[in-house]
């Protein structure tokens, strides 16, 4: 290096005072168990929920790693990278502080309202938001241990736990189905027009031309397909790219909203590329376990972070065309504005903050480990007639039963389900309903769709319905109809939640009343209502029919018997 060059960071001792990091240590240590207490049942129910592999050992490591919806995979890398990247900064800056009465205040505040929030809605168990709650508390520690000096320099890792918490099943459930879609049919109009492979979308299916045997080639385009598992790992991915790219401020900022586009980019490509390879190779090599599937899944990262670094490239060249400076070769450049006191230290060992995350993780693990009431009263069995004319036909039923699986996962015992059969005639398809009643329990009513998916069906096409079913003297009632198909059977559901004297076909909106109507000590009931019809021969309209029928002339007893 020449005199005249100057190194990419200024050496430590000129940022002001650095507590050594073993003065800093024991109150780290201390906070992380603490911590690790007060957040053990989020991450253990979240976490859990995602990782197959942590308790099927019937399959090889990797098929339960990568196997059903795994979305975040990747959570358990994210706190490692963070950690790496804070003593990275730890090595460039050290721990500069400059604490001020407002620091301080702000901190205790930013502290104080997410720690509440914590413990809020681990109460009420909203596993998701009580963990990115944990992403405040943390920001606020650090503001009232160092000042904004220290928070500044370590906003990053901390920025970067937001991907290792996953977002509700439900939420997961919708935006995928609808990534899926637009990414299939998009991929359908660039293999038809660019390399005229005939093939037609019918939801979740790819129909291809005839082999020549002249049988029919179906590709199915599956969950893990369709975009989101690669816009959650991308977008991590992404958001250390900009951190650590070449290109400067606001660029890196564009970079990182560009993983959105590119990812979707990517997954169109590579659903092409398999509607392609069918045509050519057949769905053998395409469909789920081909040799050409799961390689797709492996260059298709490959393309994104090629088409991220083309990005990157094409803004630097941008900025030496037109003469403007957006080149910056330092390694976590804003570093080196950071400035701390001198005559001020960071105080990890807080004794008011690790007496409040000792009291938070106390409470936290008494909510987690309190036995939940089962409510066991009948209501749903006493909701429906045993026996029901339904267009002209008169329906009898005999009682099915849950598995004893599924009613610990639901925590009531409080459902009835039944199968209608034609008393006369009895040949004809019939349908099943089934009741979920739960009176202060949100996971009793639960998503309909992720548990015809986690019994291995694959939805191929959803959608909401009217029903004119009279209730109350209104208008039509609002359902959503869902329709699977597992091999060769198809299945056609329709559901509704009722939420107190309301009903709803949004998962999210009735589960935000119950847990209101909770918090408030209100009466938190509500209950999942699904209507279930086998498609026979393949005529999927004799089934919606059926079940429309069903839910006109039972919708109204219901309600009248529900409570």
């Not at 089962?374 to 849950?402: F, H, I």
């Not at 498609?535 to 004799?542: I, K, N, P, T, Y």
Request: proline share 5%.
């Amino acid at each position: 290096m020449s005199g005249s060059e100057k190194p990419d960071y200024e050496p430590i001792a000129t940022r002001g005072q650095t507590t050594p990091f073993v003065f800093l240590l024991p109150g780290l240590l201390v906070a992380t168990v603490l911590m690790g207490l007060a957040w053990y049942g989020t991450f253990s129910r979240v976490w859990a929920q995602w990782f197959p592999a942590w308790w099927r050992r019937d399959t090889p490591l990797l098929d339960r790693l990568t196997g059903g919806d795994s979305y975040y995979t990747h959570g358990p890398l994210v706190p490692v990278v963070a950690i790496a990247i804070a003593f990275y900064i730890y090595s460039r800056v050290g721990s500069p502080a400059r604490r001020t009465r407002g620091s301080s205040t702000l901190g205790w505040l930013v502290f104080g309202l997410f720690l509440a929030a914590h413990l809020l809605f681990t109460f009420a168990s909203v596993t998701f938001a009580s963990g990115f709650s944990l992403l405040g508390v943390m920001f606020g520690m650090v503001l009232i241990w160092g000042g904004w000096p220290l928070a500044r320099a370590y906003a990053l890792p901390i920025a970067l736990l937001f991907f290792m918490v996953p977002l509700p099943l439900a939420w997961i459930d919708g935006i995928n189905f609808e990534l899926k879609i637009f990414a299939s049919k998009a991929a359908l109009w660039i293999a038809t027009h660019m390399f005229g492979v005939p093939a037609v979308v019918d939801g979740s299916y790819v129909l291809l031309a005839p082999d020549a045997d002249g049988l029919p080639k179906t590709l199915v385009i599956e969950n893990v397909c369709g975009g989101l598992r690669s816009i959650i790992a991308l977008t991590f991915f992404a958001a250390l790219f900009a951190a650590l790219c070449r290109a400067t401020g606001a660029w890196r900022w564009f970079l990182l909203l560009m993983a959105f586009p590119v990812a979707i980019a990517c997954n169109i490509a590579r659903i092409c590329g398999l509607i392609v390879a069918a045509h050519h190779l057949g769905t053998d090599v395409a469909g789920e376990h081909g040799w050409f599937h799961d390689l797709s899944g492996i260059l298709v990262f490959a393309l994104a972070l090629a088409l991220m670094f083309m990005l990157e490239s094409a803004v630097l060249l941008a900025g030496r065309v037109l003469k403007r400076n957006w080149f910056d070769a330092r390694l976590l450049g804003y570093l080196n504005t950071i400035q701390g006191d001198k005559h001020t230290a960071a105080r990890t060992m807080h004794l008011g903050v690790l007496a409040t995350l000792a009291i938070a993780a106390g409470l936290s693990l008494y909510w987690v480990n309190r036995p939940e009431p089962k409510p066991v009263g009948g209501v749903a069995q006493q909701a429906l007639p045993t026996r029901v004319e339904v267009d002209d036909a008169v329906y009898t039923s005999s009682d099915l039963t849950l598995d004893g699986k599924v009613l610990a996962i639901l925590e009531t015992d409080d459902y009835v389900y039944r199968r209608f059969n034609r008393e006369v005639d009895r040949g004809r398809p019939g349908f099943d309903l089934l009741i979920v009643f739960s009176k202060n329990n949100r996971r009793g009513t639960h998503s309909p769709e992720l548990c015809i998916q986690g019994s291995g069906e694959k939805i191929v096409s959803k959608g909401p319905v009217k029903i004119d079913t009279g209730l109350g003297g209104g208008g039509p009632l609002a359902m959503r109809e869902v329709v699977s198909q597992d091999g060769r059977r198809m299945v056609y559901y329709l559901y509704v939640f009722k939420s107190g004297d309301s009903y709803t076909t949004n998962y999210t909106v009735q589960q935000a009343s119950i847990l209101l109507n909770g918090l408030l000590r209100r009466e938190a009931v509500g209950a999942l209502i699904r209507l279930t019809v086998t498609v026979e021969d393949e005529d999927l309209e004799a089934a919606r029919r059926l079940a429309r029928a069903a839910a006109t002339r039972l919708m109204p007893i219901i309600d009248e018997n529900l409570p």
